[in-house]
């Protein structure tokens, strides 16, 4: 073996190594390209996805936000309604104290108080109402007037037991039932 086929054998061994490292190379270029193409598909598909779940969620979120607006704003009105309603109710009580029915609906109240608490017993009322009071308790009628729509409120002397006949206290314990009636 001469030495020029001793180096031409090297020589074509050495382009036969280069072409298969050129070709592995070219393999793994290959293989790298694709897999980081599939990598920011897949990111970007990931992405999307996470950004419709959020859309989707943040329009629920929205809707159930104004929803929830709409139902206090009819509560709300409901109440103002209501209230109104309410106020209109203490409007006819007060006219009512000024009717000639009245009176009677005093005496009445009275007689329950005394039928509750006994004939000892402390009255009071209104500035208004302290004549007609006067005459129906005598000395127990207390002069301080209270601070009611209507009515009377009855004590027993010693204070241990108290009733208030009073228009604001019977419409507030009845006031749901008024509610009721009024919607």
Do not use: C, W
């Not at 009628?141 to 037991?161: H, N, Q, S, Y």
Request: charged share 35%.
């Amino acid at each position: 073996m001469t030495l020029e086929l001793l180096v031409a054998e090297i020589r074509a061994r050495g382009e036969r190594e280069l072409a298969t490292e050129s070709q592995k190379f070219e393999a793994e270029k290959a293989r790298l390209l694709a897999d980081r193409t599939q990598r920011a598909t897949s990111l970007q598909n990931d992405l999307r996805t996470r950004a419709e779940a959020e859309s989707r969620r943040e329009r629920a979120q929205r809707v159930a936000a104004a929803r929830m607006q709409s139902r206090k704003l009819e509560y709300e009105a409901q109440e103002r309604a209501m209230n109104d309603s309410l106020g209109a109710v203490r409007t006819l009580l007060a006219r009512f104290t000024e009717g000639d029915e009245y009176p009677e609906a005093l005496r009445r109240m009275y007689a329950v108080a005394t039928d509750e608490l006994g004939k000892e017993l402390r009255v009071s009322g209104r500035s208004e109402d302290a004549a007609l009071l006067k005459s129906l308790a005598g000395r127990s009628f207390d002069p301080t007037p209270a601070p009611i729509l209507g009515g009377l409120i009855a004590e027993t002397t010693d204070g241990a037991r108290r009733l208030t006949l009073s228009f604001d206290e019977l419409l507030r314990l009845r006031e749901d039932r008024v509610r009721s009636l009024l919607a």
